[in-house]
């Protein structure tokens, strides 16, 4: 059974996965190429994904 820390992280990188995925529906990669908002956002998830998955 996991711990809880290990609960919690597997949700924090569920939640984040989830949202990068929602965030690029409809959207190509030119969206992503003039939106810097979009870029950060995306990076800022992919670095909790990695955080909760070390």
Known sequence: ???????I???H???AATKAVEFTIGR???ALDRDE???LALTKLVEIVGEAAK
């Open 1 to 7: 059974m996991p711990q809880p820390d290990d609960d």
């Open 9 to 11: 992280r597997i949700r």
């Open 13 to 15: 990188l569920i939640e």
């Open 28 to 30: 190509d990669r030119a």
């Open 37 to 39: 908002m979009l870029r």
